[in-house]
């Protein structure tokens, strides 16, 4: 085994190493917190969330995720809406399906 190869084998031990580690701390700093707030009684002023495991950080409601797909278009102005939001004008209180991309 090369130098380098026996170097990317230790990186990747102590990369494992470090989020165990990390893990369990997070843990127990968060057992920690639960404590004080039942201590403090402070339930009303701090709330848990499940932040699902894996996912990135800004990955949930309130980010902006980028342009949606239009689906609707207006056949007189050729006008699109993606269905979000305020509906325009053209499709306002009108049955939608006639207007549906295809």
Do not use: C
Request: proline content about 5%.
């Amino acid at each position: 085994m090369s130098q380098y190869q026996a170097l990317l084998a230790q990186r990747a031990e102590l990369e494992a190493q470090i989020a165990a580690v990390r893990e369990e701390e997070v843990a127990n700093a968060l057992e920690q917190i639960r404590q004080l707030v039942d201590e403090y009684d402070l339930h009303e002023e701090v709330q848990f969330t499940r932040a699902s495991r894996g996912a990135p950080r800004g990955s949930g409601a309130g980010v902006a995720r980028g342009p949606v797909a239009a689906k609707y278009r207006d056949p007189d102005s050729g006008a699109t809406w993606s269905g979000r939001g305020k509906p325009p004008a053209w499709i306002a209180g009108k049955d939608r399906t006639q207007f549906v991309i295809g």
